[in-house]
């Protein structure tokens, strides 16, 4: 919804200023689904805007429901034809959390992501990217009644936490994602709280200490995947900038500033970073950062997207958290959602 967009409307049409804010509460916090549906609006007022605006910046394709109910993804198309993912998770009953793009593609080039190999078409603007959210709260409370677990309402039925881990690097469209956290965290918009939002980066220095400054309290996910510069060179291309030496200090400065714990995500692939060397490698570089209860590894089980790669067994995650653990590394294995409709981390490609 283009919030600027709506105030010149309703400047043209000569509306009072109050009109603005029942707007914007039906939008965004009510989640209706059209502007008809805002029975505090006349109808000859409803009418109008429903021919004049849009609600949302782009039509939904198709929406996937995995047999579990526990994962959603839809396909959408924006209006100048180019097709974006978005996932909504249920890892726990009742708690929904929104799986946001920022880019249509992505130009980091990460060897085991399928957006990766879409290459890079172009930024989101920051309405396309909040608009996601809206959606799935206008989803869900359309379809409450569908999922088990959020069969109570729409008070219970709402997206609790937003996370930039859909298509994209978030650091790479900075301009536009610090606009749509504003806009996902102003209370007469969306209202989120900033601990409910996470950006999720492939491991850009300069960023992670941007956001520092000026999100402190968002939260900060760094898909790290690789101990070592060699492997993490022959993976992730944004190494042979920022290797992990600048990791390394920029989450030295990222702590001196916020004090917050921060995730690194870890995938497990077979034969390739599943090692008990490999796990030592991570014990070190985490102890090297200082501030070790602040980090958290999360092992993530691989997601087919390319015949290079196999994912470890689960013998081998769990000897490799074994592993980690002795070195007194905070690490969790993460439960795979969404795999089945190809809406897992890594598998998200447009189709
Ligand atoms: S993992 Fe993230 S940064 Fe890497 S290619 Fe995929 S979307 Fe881009």
Redesign the pocket.
């Known amino acids: 919804m283009n919030i600027k967009k709506l105030q010149q409307f309703l400047e043209e049409n000569n509306l009072p200023k109050f009109r603005l804010g029942q707007i914007q509460k039906a939008i965004f916090m009510d989640g209706v689904s059209s502007f008809s549906e805002i029975t505090t609006l006349s109808k000859n007022l409803r009418e109008k805007i429903e021919k004049e605006m849009q609600l949302l910046s782009f039509e939904v394709e198709k929406v996937l429901v995995a047999e579990d109910g526990q994962s959603i993804k839809a396909l959408l198309k924006l209006f100048d034809g180019n097709l974006i993912e978005t996932v909504l998770i249920s890892p726990k009953p009742g708690i929904w959390s929104a799986c946001i793009s920022c880019?249509v593609g992505?130009?980091?080039?990460?060897r085991?992501?399928?957006?990766?190999k879409m290459g890079f078409k172009r930024d989101l603007t920051d309405e396309e990217i909040t608009d996601q959210v809206l959606f799935w709260r206008q989803y869900l409370k359309k379809n409450s009644k569908l999922f088990g677990n959020c069969n109570l309402g729409f008070e219970n039925c709402d997206v609790k936490n937003i996370v930039y881990?859909?298509?994209?690097?978030p650091f790479n469209n900075w301009k536009e994602v610090s606009e749509s956290i504003k806009i996902l965290t102003d209370e007469k918009l969306f209202g989120f709280g900033s601990r409910s939002i996470s950006v999720?980066?492939?491991g850009i220095a300069d960023g992670i200490e941007r956001m520092a400054n000026e999100f402190p309290q968002v939260n900060l996910a760094i898909?790290l995947h690789f101990a070592s510069d060699e492997k993490r060179d022959r993976f992730?291309p944004?190494n042979k900038k920022d290797n992990l030496e600048k990791l390394r200090n920029a989450l030295k400065k990222y702590f001196q500033i916020t004090k917050r714990k921060v995730f690194l995500e870890y995938i497990m692939l077979d034969g390739i970073n599943d090692a008990a060397l490999d796990a030592k490698l991570l014990a070190d570089f985490i102890h090297s950062i200082g501030n070790t209860h602040l980090l958290h590894i999360n092992l993530i089980r691989y997601n087919m997207t390319s015949e290079e790669l196999k994912p470890s067994s689960k013998t081998r995650t769990q000897l490799f958290k074994q592993e980690l653990e002795k070195y007194n590394v905070n690490t969790t294995i993460r439960k795979s959602l969404g795999e089945e409709i190809k809406a897992a981390c890594?598998q998200?490609a447009g189709e």
Do not use: D, K, Y
């Open positions: 880019q992505c130009a980091m080039g990460c085991f992501c399928a957006t990766g881990m859909g298509m994209g690097e999720s980066t492939s898909s992730m944004v890594g998200l």
